[in-house]
């Protein structure tokens, strides 16, 4: 079982702000995936970061993978109240191997 | 994108009753499903893994006579909570993974939210 720690577990912070979660691993992940989800909702899949050092930008969230692959963070700038959710990562398997989340960061941005 | 649905979307129920939740691939075949179990403030738990045809694979911890899976055809799965008492109320979300070939990505339902009363 690959563990994966997310720091930090919540987060309250005021619309306009920046802020950065990260996704800690002592694994090497082949690729890992970062999902939010939103109160009573199923998770939804923002990201697959799959290259050492890569960094992939949705609109105001900025992924980055670690060059090692152990890990990953995830930079969101001028926060809205609709960035609201609790943000998971889970490495990404193949075949039937499903996925295995880590504790999440609960973001709670206030108008 | 690939849709997954749950039904119903909530319930309540009396403790020692049995309750089922579906979950179905609306436009794909699933050959894998997966159950998940998220109690209030924390993350999504593995409970089980679902292939068709075929016995579901229970992650420790998770009583299989207690937590019944079924995966009938390639677009169904179903989890039924027996006896269910008021520990298990809990937010059951379900995922399928694409049967086609070239994808491996998990698709998650809405969630079902179970209070036993």
């Known amino acids: 079982t690959q563990l994966l720690e997310q720091s930090p577990q919540f987060l309250s912070i005021q619309e306009g702000e920046n802020l950065t979660v990260y996704c800690n691993s002592s694994s090497v992940f082949s690729s890992l995936q970062w999902y939010r989800q939103e109160p009573g909702e199923g998770p939804v899949l923002l990201v697959t970061v799959v290259t050492g050092g890569e960094v992939k930008k949705l609109k105001r969230l900025t992924f980055q993978f670690g060059d090692a692959r152990k890990d990953s963070s995830l930079h969101i700038t001028a926060a809205q109240p609709g960035d609201t959710g609790l943000y998971l990562c889970a490495p990404r398997n193949s075949g039937n191997t499903p996925l295995v989340f880590g504790k999440g960061t609960r973001l709670s941005v206030i108008a | 994108g690939a849709v997954v649905s749950q039904h119903p979307s909530w319930v309540i129920c009396k403790s020692g009753t049995s309750v089922k939740i579906e979950c179905r691939s609306l436009?794909?075949?699933?050959?894998?499903m997966f159950w998940y179990r998220q109690f209030p403030k924390q993350s999504l738990m593995l409970m089980a893994t679902s292939n068709e045809g075929s016995k579901a694979t229970y992650e420790q911890g998770v009583e299989k006579d207690k937590f019944l899976i079924n995966h009938a055809s390639l677009t169904l799965s179903t989890l039924t909570v027996t006896s269910a008492h008021p520990e298990d109320s809990s937010f059951y979300i379900c995922?399928?993974?694409?049967?086609?070939?070239?994808?491996?990505?998990?698709?998650f339902g809405p969630g079902t939210r179970l209070t036993v009363l």
């Open positions: 995922s399928a993974r694409s049967s086609a070939a070239h994808t491996d990505t998990q698709y």
């Open positions: 436009d794909f075949q699933a050959t894998t």
